[in-house]
């Protein structure tokens, strides 16, 4: 009866799954960001530089009353993207999509770079300043920008559960199975040790989560991208035809690529959303937080983060799995009740482990260097930290999501009830703040907490496909709603690009570019 009650409950997530991740989504993903690019005449490109002067320039310039710097928004953003999507999910990737999934992923990835610019421009466009801190995202700028409170709410919803409830366990569970397999440790042990550190951390709030944000995240980056190089050095022979395995599989003209041509796109397009979360809506959650003068600066910096994570971190991963052939790509895998899944094979590789596509590739082509322990060892460090950060960034996208839902459901009582209003404003001043927030908060990292034990329990296929969805349908919602909201993005980029031009520093003023529902900036 358990059994047959678990097999019920998987086929229903696989079904909302497959509606979600249906193929309109990826043609959606793509398409939006090909007319955004187009649209900004490749701004992630032509201003590829700015980006960088932009990023750097703001190290070490945190030391504000309220926001923090464009270079903590982008380590946060960096936090979030780069976790185990780009070690588990991009070997799963390679293992139901095929070698050429990866080249989609860059396809997303660059056109991607336009949906964050356009995401987070209207982030900081439409943010409020909430008790010294900078709230903003999908949620407000829906709000705001396309005078819908009902999807703005809706949205709020599914961020605060997908990323305080559905996407924290996705981490732990990679850190628990690499670590248990490395170190022997009982994965529930690990699940206890992520979740005590998590809570240290996320106690603190923003300015905490921004401060080993920028320490850890771009630390961990840099050695993941040295560790691959080490190891391509050693395959150095291989790496020419690795890259063309890569593009003959994108567009099918190779034995598996063909046979497969559909899954390749649509692998590539839907983990390269989950890794770089480009038009997910979560990267403008942090874009909000940063203080600049104008929009559109924290807009490029954003989109900067989507080529670190994909072009560089994810790549490697690829590159290395590929050239070590420590992958099988799978046809079909057909759960058996009270026993392992079967698995057919398209392309089976003697140095792969045989099921299910996961971490162990990517630990198996490092071991063909340093030897398999120390492979596991090193993978096992570096998804711990990877994953962690990731979890840090997915509690701060709940918590900005569930402080909207609250202070929206608030100004109802407000409207509604009148006479409430000098009784919750007296109980504000008495406690400081919003004592109902402060709950709500505190719930919020108790869910968030536990999540994160129970993801180091739980089998990894499950955690995955419940992630999926919840990004999937931030997704939909956010592309949609940066797709009507463009052309005050594209208002923005003028207004800078004008500003730049005449050598003059841009201030913004949506007055001047008749952007209503910005009232942040109007009282600067």
């Not at 939006?32 to 002067?53: D, K, P």
């Not at 690990?190 to 923003?206: D, R, Y």
């Not at 899944?341 to 063909?368: C, D, I, K, R, S």
């Amino acid at each position: 009866m358990v059994l047959l009650d678990t097999l019920h409950i998987t086929t229903v997530i696989n079904t909302v799954y497959s509606w979600v991740w249906s193929p309109a989504l990826v043609g959606l993903c793509l398409l939006a960001g090909l007319y955004f690019s187009l649209r900004t005449r490749f701004v992630q490109v032509r201003r590829f530089g700015e980006m960088v002067r932009l990023l750097f320039g703001s190290v070490g310039k945190d030391k504000k009353k309220s926001g923090i710097s464009s270079f903590q928004a982008f380590a946060m953003a960096l936090s979030g993207r780069v976790g185990t999507g780009n070690i588990v999910g991009v070997a799963t990737a390679i293992g139901f999509g095929g070698p050429g999934a990866i080249v989609w992923m860059w396809i997303i990835a660059f056109v991607g770079a336009g949906s964050a610019f356009v995401e987070a421009t209207l982030a900081q466009i439409y943010k409020e300043d909430h008790n010294g801190q900078f709230r903003g995202g999908p949620a407000y700028y829906i709000e705001k920008g396309l005078h819908s409170p009902f999807f703005g709410m809706v949205f709020a919803v599914l961020a605060a559960v997908a990323c305080g409830v559905f996407l924290p366990p996705v981490q732990c569970n990679g850190i628990a199975l690499a670590c248990s397999r490395s170190f022997g440790v009982e994965t529930w042990i690990i699940g206890v040790v992520v979740a005590t550190l998590i809570a240290l951390v996320i106690i603190g709030g923003v300015k905490r989560i921004a401060n080993v944000a920028q320490i850890v995240a771009p630390f961990m980056a840099i050695i993941y991208i040295i560790l691959s190089l080490v190891v391509l050095a050693a395959h150095y022979s291989i790496v020419p035809e690795v890259f063309m395995q890569m593009l003959r599989g994108a567009v099918g003209v190779n034995e598996v690529g063909g046979a497969l041509l559909g899954s390749t796109i649509a692998w590539g397009v839907k983990r390269g959303i989950y890794s770089n979360e480009a038009g997910q809506g979560t990267g403008a959650i942090v874009a909000a937080a940063a203080k600049v003068n104008h929009p559109v600066k924290q807009g490029l910096v954003q989109a900067f983060s989507v080529y670190i994570d994909t072009l560089l971190v994810c790549t490697a991963t690829a590159v290395m799995i590929l050239a070590c052939r420590t992958y099988n790509v799978i046809e079909s895998v057909t759960p058996v009740a009270g026993g392992e899944a079967v698995v057919t094979y398209l392309q089976q590789n003697p140095n792969a482990p045989v099921g299910e596509p996961g971490v162990f590739y990517t630990t198996g082509a490092l071991g063909t260097v340093i030897g398999p322990r120390a492979g596991d060892m090193v993978i096992s460090i570096a998804l711990f930290f990877f994953a962690f950060t990731t979890i840090m960034a997915y509690y701060y996208y709940a918590e900005t999501n569930l402080v909207y839902i609250f202070n929206r459901w608030r100004r109802r009582i407000y409207k509604k009830h009148p006479e409430r209003l000098e009784e919750l404003e007296r109980a504000d001043r008495t406690f400081g703040d919003d004592r109902g927030e402060k709950i709500i908060v505190w719930i919020l990292r108790v869910s968030t907490i536990g999540a994160i034990f129970v993801g180091s329990l739980t089998g990894s296929g499950i955690v995955w496909t419940i992630g999926d969805i919840g990004v999937g349908a931030m997704a939909w919602i956010n592309i949609v709603a940066i797709l009507l909201l463009s052309p005050k993005a594209l208002r923005a980029l003028r207004d800078y690009e004008q500003a730049r031009k005449n050598g003059e520093e841009p201030h913004f003023d949506p007055k001047k570019l008749d952007i209503e529902g910005s009232e942040f900036w109007e009282t600067l």
